[in-house]
Protein backbone atom coordinates (compact mmCIF):
# COMPACT_ATOMS: atom_id res chain seq x y z
CA UNK A 1 0.00 0.00 0.00
CA UNK A 2 1.33 3.18 -1.05
CA UNK A 3 1.31 6.27 1.86
CA UNK A 4 0.93 9.52 0.27
CA UNK A 5 2.42 12.45 1.45
CA UNK A 6 0.11 15.95 2.45
CA UNK A 7 1.56 19.42 3.47
CA UNK A 8 -0.56 20.90 5.96
CA UNK A 9 -1.56 24.69 5.45
CA UNK A 10 0.45 26.80 6.97
CA UNK A 11 0.14 28.18 10.05
CA UNK A 12 2.00 30.94 10.53
CA UNK A 13 1.73 34.73 9.14
CA UNK A 14 4.40 35.06 6.51
CA UNK A 15 4.56 37.55 4.03
CA UNK A 16 2.94 37.51 0.76
CA UNK A 17 5.69 36.82 -1.70
CA UNK A 18 7.10 34.70 0.66
CA UNK A 19 4.35 32.61 0.63
CA UNK A 20 4.46 32.44 -3.21
CA UNK A 21 7.94 31.58 -2.93
CA UNK A 22 7.43 28.78 -0.63
CA UNK A 23 4.36 27.23 -2.87
CA UNK A 24 6.86 27.33 -5.74
CA UNK A 25 9.55 25.20 -4.21
CA UNK A 26 6.85 22.79 -2.77
CA UNK A 27 5.76 22.79 -6.61
CA UNK A 28 8.99 20.55 -7.18
CA UNK A 29 8.63 18.57 -3.55
CA UNK A 30 7.79 14.92 -3.39
CA UNK A 31 4.69 16.08 -1.30
CA UNK A 32 1.31 14.48 -3.06
CA UNK A 33 -1.24 16.78 -1.40
CA UNK A 34 -1.22 20.22 -0.58
CA UNK A 35 -3.48 21.99 2.08
CA UNK A 36 -3.93 25.58 1.31
CA UNK A 37 -5.87 29.05 2.78
CA UNK A 38 -5.39 30.54 6.28
CA UNK A 39 -6.85 28.45 9.18
CA UNK A 40 -5.75 30.31 12.15
CA UNK A 41 -6.43 34.48 12.00
CA UNK A 42 -8.88 35.67 9.78
CA UNK A 43 -6.82 39.52 10.24
CA UNK A 44 -4.26 37.51 8.22
CA UNK A 45 -5.19 38.82 4.67
CA UNK A 46 -1.83 38.95 2.55
CA UNK A 47 -3.31 36.41 0.55
CA UNK A 48 -6.99 36.63 -0.68
CA UNK A 49 -8.96 33.66 -1.76
CA UNK A 50 -8.03 34.23 -5.96
CA UNK A 51 -4.61 34.57 -4.70
CA UNK A 52 -4.58 31.00 -3.11
CA UNK A 53 -6.96 29.45 -6.37
CA UNK A 54 -3.83 31.03 -8.29
CA UNK A 55 -1.47 28.86 -6.29
CA UNK A 56 -4.03 25.79 -6.21
CA UNK A 57 -3.63 26.20 -10.47
CA UNK A 58 0.22 25.95 -9.76
CA UNK A 59 0.45 23.03 -7.54
CA UNK A 60 -2.10 21.20 -10.16
CA UNK A 61 0.20 21.98 -13.33
CA UNK A 62 2.61 20.60 -10.88
CA UNK A 63 0.84 16.87 -10.28
CA UNK A 64 -0.35 17.89 -6.72
CA UNK A 65 -3.66 17.21 -5.22
CA UNK A 66 -5.40 20.65 -3.70
CA UNK A 67 -7.35 21.00 -0.46
CA UNK A 68 -8.49 24.22 0.71
CA UNK A 69 -8.76 24.30 4.64
CA UNK A 70 -11.05 26.55 6.59
CA UNK A 71 -10.34 28.29 9.90
CA UNK A 72 -11.09 26.43 13.29
CA UNK A 73 -11.92 29.62 14.83
CA UNK A 74 -15.13 31.48 13.42
CA UNK A 75 -16.02 34.88 14.89
CA UNK A 76 -17.59 37.25 12.37
CA UNK A 77 -19.83 37.58 9.81
CA UNK A 78 -16.95 38.56 7.70
CA UNK A 79 -15.26 34.74 8.30
CA UNK A 80 -18.85 32.86 7.42
CA UNK A 81 -18.80 34.99 4.55
CA UNK A 82 -15.25 33.56 4.10
CA UNK A 83 -16.37 30.10 4.70
CA UNK A 84 -19.44 30.29 1.98
CA UNK A 85 -16.43 31.21 -0.59
CA UNK A 86 -14.45 28.66 0.09
CA UNK A 87 -17.22 25.98 0.61
CA UNK A 88 -18.88 26.76 -2.52
CA UNK A 89 -15.58 27.35 -4.47
CA UNK A 90 -16.90 24.75 -7.05
CA UNK A 91 -13.67 23.28 -7.52
CA UNK A 92 -11.37 22.31 -5.11
CA UNK A 93 -12.12 19.82 -2.12
CA UNK A 94 -12.45 21.22 1.12
CA UNK A 95 -11.44 20.50 5.06
CA UNK A 96 -13.55 21.49 6.84
CA UNK A 97 -12.03 22.68 10.62
CA UNK A 98 -15.58 23.42 12.37
CA UNK A 99 -18.52 21.51 11.94
CA UNK A 100 -20.19 24.90 10.33
CA UNK A 101 -18.32 24.18 7.35
CA UNK A 102 -19.01 20.43 7.77
CA UNK A 103 -22.89 21.46 7.68
CA UNK A 104 -22.34 24.14 4.42
CA UNK A 105 -20.57 20.88 2.43
CA UNK A 106 -22.67 18.04 4.06
CA UNK A 107 -24.22 16.01 1.04
CA UNK A 108 -22.90 18.17 -1.38
CA UNK A 109 -19.48 17.80 -2.60
CA UNK A 110 -16.63 14.87 -0.51
CA UNK A 111 -14.78 16.87 2.09
CA UNK A 112 -12.12 16.26 4.73
CA UNK A 113 -12.80 15.91 8.36
CA UNK A 114 -9.71 18.55 10.04
CA UNK A 115 -7.70 17.59 12.87
CA UNK A 116 -10.16 19.96 14.98
CA UNK A 117 -13.64 17.92 14.83
CA UNK A 118 -12.18 15.97 17.30
CA UNK A 119 -13.49 12.58 16.02
CA UNK A 120 -12.56 9.79 18.78
CA UNK A 121 -15.00 7.34 18.03
CA UNK A 122 -16.29 5.56 15.66
CA UNK A 123 -19.93 7.04 15.53
CA UNK A 124 -18.62 10.00 15.30
CA UNK A 125 -16.63 8.79 12.48
CA UNK A 126 -19.56 7.13 11.07
CA UNK A 127 -21.95 10.47 11.41
CA UNK A 128 -18.84 12.03 9.12
CA UNK A 129 -19.15 9.57 6.47
CA UNK A 130 -22.94 9.88 6.29
CA UNK A 131 -22.28 13.75 5.52
CA UNK A 132 -20.15 13.37 2.97
CA UNK A 133 -16.29 13.01 4.48
CA UNK A 134 -13.88 11.13 2.70
CA UNK A 135 -10.86 11.45 4.42
CA UNK A 136 -10.50 12.15 8.23
CA UNK A 137 -7.65 13.57 9.99
CA UNK A 138 -6.89 11.59 13.12
CA UNK A 139 -7.02 14.36 16.39
CA UNK A 140 -3.43 15.04 17.69
CA UNK A 141 -4.26 13.51 20.68
CA UNK A 142 -4.95 10.01 19.87
CA UNK A 143 -2.55 7.36 20.33
CA UNK A 144 -1.53 4.70 17.84
CA UNK A 145 -3.79 2.13 19.59
CA UNK A 146 -6.75 4.28 19.68
CA UNK A 147 -6.20 5.01 15.78
CA UNK A 148 -6.05 0.91 15.47
CA UNK A 149 -9.34 0.90 16.98
CA UNK A 150 -10.53 3.39 14.65
CA UNK A 151 -9.52 1.92 12.13
CA UNK A 152 -11.31 -1.58 12.18
CA UNK A 153 -14.12 -0.35 12.55
CA UNK A 154 -13.72 2.61 9.92
CA UNK A 155 -16.56 3.39 7.21
CA UNK A 156 -16.02 2.02 3.67
CA UNK A 157 -14.11 4.16 1.56
CA UNK A 158 -12.95 6.82 3.95
CA UNK A 159 -9.54 7.33 4.13
CA UNK A 160 -7.56 7.99 6.94
CA UNK A 161 -4.68 10.93 7.40
CA UNK A 162 -2.32 11.70 10.47
CA UNK A 163 -0.38 14.50 11.95
CA UNK A 164 3.04 12.65 11.83
CA UNK A 165 5.24 16.76 11.80
CA UNK A 166 5.31 19.94 12.97
CA UNK A 167 4.39 21.55 15.92
CA UNK A 168 1.12 20.82 17.58
CA UNK A 169 -1.85 23.56 16.88
CA UNK A 170 -3.70 22.33 20.40
CA UNK A 171 -5.94 25.39 20.81
CA UNK A 172 -7.82 28.23 19.94
CA UNK A 173 -8.68 31.33 21.11
CA UNK A 174 -11.40 34.49 21.09
CA UNK A 175 -7.83 36.16 22.34
CA UNK A 176 -4.86 36.96 20.67
CA UNK A 177 -1.67 36.49 22.90
CA UNK A 178 0.84 37.61 20.38
CA UNK A 179 -0.93 40.86 20.66
CA UNK A 180 -1.25 40.76 24.16
CA UNK A 181 2.71 39.97 24.22
CA UNK A 182 3.23 43.43 22.45
CA UNK A 183 0.21 45.14 25.33
CA UNK A 184 -1.63 45.69 22.17
CA UNK A 185 -5.64 44.95 21.73
CA UNK A 186 -6.71 42.01 19.53
CA UNK A 187 -8.27 44.35 16.82
CA UNK A 188 -4.99 46.61 16.18
CA UNK A 189 -2.88 43.97 16.58
CA UNK A 190 -0.79 45.77 13.84
CA UNK A 191 -0.29 42.40 12.98
CA UNK A 192 2.62 41.25 15.25
CA UNK A 193 2.69 37.66 14.72
CA UNK A 194 4.39 38.32 11.08
CA UNK A 195 7.50 39.17 13.31
CA UNK A 196 7.36 35.33 14.72
CA UNK A 197 7.94 33.05 11.36
CA UNK A 198 7.28 29.65 13.71
CA UNK A 199 5.60 31.18 16.42
CA UNK A 200 6.49 32.78 19.92
CA UNK A 201 7.86 30.72 22.34
CA UNK A 202 6.63 30.66 25.71
CA UNK A 203 8.61 29.96 28.18
CA UNK A 204 8.29 28.36 32.08
CA UNK A 205 10.16 29.95 34.64
CA UNK A 206 12.42 27.71 34.85
CA UNK A 207 13.69 28.48 31.52
CA UNK A 208 12.18 25.80 29.41
CA UNK A 209 9.96 25.71 26.11
CA UNK A 210 6.60 25.21 27.18
CA UNK A 211 4.13 26.41 24.16
CA UNK A 212 4.61 28.31 21.14
CA UNK A 213 1.74 31.72 20.71
CA UNK A 214 0.87 31.90 17.28
CA UNK A 215 -1.72 34.80 17.29
CA UNK A 216 -4.97 32.81 18.77
CA UNK A 217 -3.33 29.42 18.25
CA UNK A 218 -1.46 27.77 21.20
CA UNK A 219 1.13 25.12 19.50
CA UNK A 220 3.35 22.67 21.37
CA UNK A 221 6.83 24.35 21.56
CA UNK A 222 8.41 20.38 20.89
CA UNK A 223 7.81 19.09 17.52
CA UNK A 224 5.84 16.13 17.01
CA UNK A 225 7.55 13.59 14.98
CA UNK A 226 5.96 10.22 14.40
CA UNK A 227 8.89 9.42 11.49
CA UNK A 228 9.24 5.96 13.75
CA UNK A 229 6.02 4.95 13.53
CA UNK A 230 5.29 4.75 9.80
CA UNK A 231 6.02 1.60 9.25
CA UNK A 232 3.22 0.56 11.76
CA UNK A 233 0.64 3.51 10.40
CA UNK A 234 1.24 1.59 6.65
CA UNK A 235 0.43 -1.65 8.74
CA UNK A 236 -2.79 0.13 10.17
CA UNK A 237 -3.97 1.31 6.71
CA UNK A 238 -3.01 4.85 7.04
CA UNK A 239 -3.49 6.46 3.65
CA UNK A 240 -1.95 10.33 4.02
CA UNK A 241 0.59 11.23 6.85
CA UNK A 242 0.57 15.44 7.37
CA UNK A 243 3.65 17.36 7.84
CA UNK A 244 2.75 20.82 9.43
CA UNK A 245 5.21 23.51 7.70
CA UNK A 246 7.66 25.56 9.62
CA UNK A 247 9.81 28.53 7.97
CA UNK A 248 12.86 26.85 6.92
CA UNK A 249 13.87 23.19 6.02
CA UNK A 250 10.27 22.20 4.89
CA UNK A 251 11.24 20.76 1.61
CA UNK A 252 14.26 19.20 3.66
CA UNK A 253 11.56 17.38 5.85
CA UNK A 254 9.86 16.39 3.02
CA UNK A 255 12.25 14.51 1.16
CA UNK A 256 13.14 12.49 4.43
CA UNK A 257 9.77 11.61 4.94
CA UNK A 258 9.45 10.45 1.56
CA UNK A 259 12.30 8.34 1.66
CA UNK A 260 11.38 6.12 4.60
CA UNK A 261 8.14 6.02 3.00
CA UNK A 262 9.97 4.60 0.16
CA UNK A 263 12.18 2.35 2.15
CA UNK A 264 15.54 4.36 1.16
CA UNK A 265 16.59 4.94 4.60
CA UNK A 266 15.59 3.73 7.78
CA UNK A 267 13.63 5.95 10.39
CA UNK A 268 16.64 6.21 12.17
CA UNK A 269 18.86 7.43 9.98
CA UNK A 270 15.99 9.81 9.21
CA UNK A 271 15.55 11.14 12.30
CA UNK A 272 19.44 11.84 13.34
CA UNK A 273 18.93 13.99 9.64
CA UNK A 274 16.38 15.80 10.78
CA UNK A 275 17.11 17.22 14.34
CA UNK A 276 19.42 19.63 13.41
CA UNK A 277 16.93 21.12 10.89
CA UNK A 278 13.48 20.94 13.46
CA UNK A 279 13.10 24.51 15.66
CA UNK A 280 12.98 22.53 18.69
CA UNK A 281 13.22 19.22 20.01
CA UNK A 282 11.15 15.98 18.36
CA UNK A 283 8.03 14.72 20.93
CA UNK A 284 5.64 11.58 20.35
CA UNK A 285 4.13 11.18 23.50
CA UNK A 286 0.47 11.57 22.55
CA UNK A 287 0.66 8.36 19.97
CA UNK A 288 2.25 6.04 23.32
CA UNK A 289 -0.78 7.40 24.82
CA UNK A 290 1.67 9.64 27.53
CA UNK A 291 1.61 13.64 28.03
CA UNK A 292 2.14 15.16 24.77
CA UNK A 293 5.68 16.51 25.20
CA UNK A 294 7.10 13.29 26.21
CA UNK A 295 9.82 11.52 23.53
CA UNK A 296 9.44 7.80 23.97
CA UNK A 297 12.47 6.17 22.25
CA UNK A 298 11.90 3.51 19.15
Not at 229 to 245: A, F, K, N, Q, T
Request: charged letters at 25%.
Amino acid sequence: MTVKLALGPVLYFWPRERMFDFYQEIAKSPVDIVYLGEAVCSRRRELRLSDWLDIADLLVAAGKEVVLSTQALLESKTDIGTLHRITDNGRFMVEANDMGAAHCLAGKTPFVAGPHLNIFNPPTLEFMAETGAKRWVMPLEMSGEGLKHMQQTRPAGMETEVFAYGRMPLAFSARCFTARHRNLPKDDCRFTCMEFPDGLALKTKEGQHFLTLNGIQTQSALVYNLVHELGVMRDLGVDVVRISPQSQQTDRIVSLFRDVLDNKISAEEAMRQMEPLMPDQPCNGYWHGKPGLDRMVA
